[in-house]
Nanobody, 116 residues
Framework: QVQFVESGGGLVQPGGSLRLSCAAS????????LGWYRQAPGKERELVGT???????NYSDSVKGRFTISTDNAKSTGYLQMNSLKPEDTAVYYC??????????WGQGTQVTVSS
């Protein structure tokens, strides 16, 4: 059974950077689509970006050029490098399947707060 555990969030000033990690038990990323999601207060969860087979990435327009997704397949760990953070990036960030999320596998997420 797949389970995801996100970490690395925190409080950062606008323009700052954070690197989030996604540890997956029971799932290899080498032949899979991993997605990073976020949910801001009062809003629905949205897909931030995906990485396919550890190689091909796609991003939402709101984060393109600022966020980078990568994976370490040997460690079954995914990463979300976030640069030039903005207050509107404030949200709880999650990882899961990038095509069809596994509903039973949602983790607790990690809180990212961008504020001065």
């Amino acid at each position: 059974q797949v389970q995801f555990v996100e970490s690395g969030g925190g409080l950062v000033q606008p323009g700052g950077s954070l690197r989030l990690s996604c540890a997956a038990s029971g799932r290899s990323f080498s032949r899979w689509v991993l997605g990073w999601y976020r949910q801001a207060p009062g809003k629905e969860r949205e897909l931030v970006g995906t990485i396919t087979n550890g190689i091909t990435t796609n991003y939402s327009d709101s984060v393109k050029g600022r966020f980078t997704i990568s994976t370490d397949n040997a460690k079954s760990t995914g990463y979300l490098q976030m640069n030039s953070l903005k207050p509107e990036d404030t949200a709880v960030y999650y990882c899961n399947g990038g095509v069809v999320p596994i509903q039973s596998a949602w983790g607790q997420g990690t809180q990212v707060t961008v504020s001065s």
